[in-house]
């Protein structure tokens, strides 16, 4: 068995996946702003599942890594600075354990199931924004520790990042509900938050030239209340040197990450892999 942590900024997903790369188990648990805490829940949290003998697993962080150290080292939506994830996280799963941050993990997994396309830009969009690129089924390196949320937009005649007003979080603030309670049929607040997606989105596509562009997270679940909108917006700024490229949804957004810890733990550690 397989072990996958998919560490949000709200919630913590704790995955058990076997040989086949299917979830036999998972169990939730609110994520706590202290580490310590967060150990000490994900250690409860091991003794509801029946599955506890791993040969490897993948934890997966949402924010910025010493991979080679096995640090977290600052993440967006919690307080954790250089904490030892790596060794912590080996000592309570008991099995070698990649670190990796969350989006490059989702982007691995969705462009697993697009091999057709050369070149993934996978984008998840819930309490921030994160994004990974995919060059023939591999991370990209030299972007691992790219944010592109953080990507510095001007918004409302200021200078601020485009995760601070097209993220999960900031369609919170802006419509005073979630998006889960935003009706299919409001299309001007859809198209409200299509056209805060397509500002970064651009001018990500200029720079990355992907082939492929997959929305997931909270937000990319209900890609088809706005994809018409945004791709509309996008076409705008369509150049003959910046073409758009197929947008989709991601086909499993809220597993993406854990079926990820499974695809890198299957590059890194193909020894830990066993077939069925």
């Known amino acids: 068995m397989y072990v996958g942590v998919d560490i949000g900024g709200t919630k913590t997903l704790l995955a058990v996946l076997n040989e086949r790369a299917e979830i036999v188990e998972q169990v939730k648990f609110p994520t706590p702003k202290n580490y310590d ?20 697993g993948a934890v997966a962080v949402p924010g910025r890594l ?70 023939n089924q591999k991370l990209d390196p030299s972007l691992q520790h790219s944010e592109g949320g953080h990507i510095l937009l001007p918004h409302r005649g200021k200078l601020v990042t485009w995760e601070s007003f097209a993220s999960g979080k900031a369609i919170y603030e802006h419509f005073g509900k979630k998006a889960v309670d935003i009706p299919a049929s409001d299309t001007k607040s859809w198209n409200y938050v299509a056209r805060n997606i397509a500002a970064g989105l651009i001018e990500l596509i200029a720079v990355l030239e992907p082939d492929l562009v997959v929305i997931g997270g909270s937000i990319g679940t209900y890609f088809d209340r706005y994809s018409d909108h945004l791709v509309s917006e996008l076409k705008k700024h369509e150049m003959p040197l910046v073409p758009i490229p197929r947008i989709v949804a991601a086909e499993r957004p809220e597993v993406a990450v854990v079926y990820g810890c499974y695809d890198i733990i299957k590059q890194v550690l193909p020894h830990a892999i066993t077939t069925a």
């Open 37 to 56: 805490e967060f150990l000490a829940a994900l250690e409860q949290s091991l003794t509801q599942l029946k599955n506890r003998d791993f040969q490897a």
């Open 66 to 135: 010493e991979r080679d150290k096995g640090l977290v080292l600052e993440l967006g939506n919690l307080p954790w600075h250089h904490e030892p994830i790596q060794r912590d996280c080996e000592l309570l799963l008991g099995c070698p354990i990649i670190i990796e941050n969350d989006a490059k993990l989702a982007a691995l997994s969705e462009a697993m199931l697009h091999k057709d396309y050369s070149t993934v830009l996978y984008m998840t969009v819930s309490t921030g924004i994160g994004t990974g690129v995919v060059h």
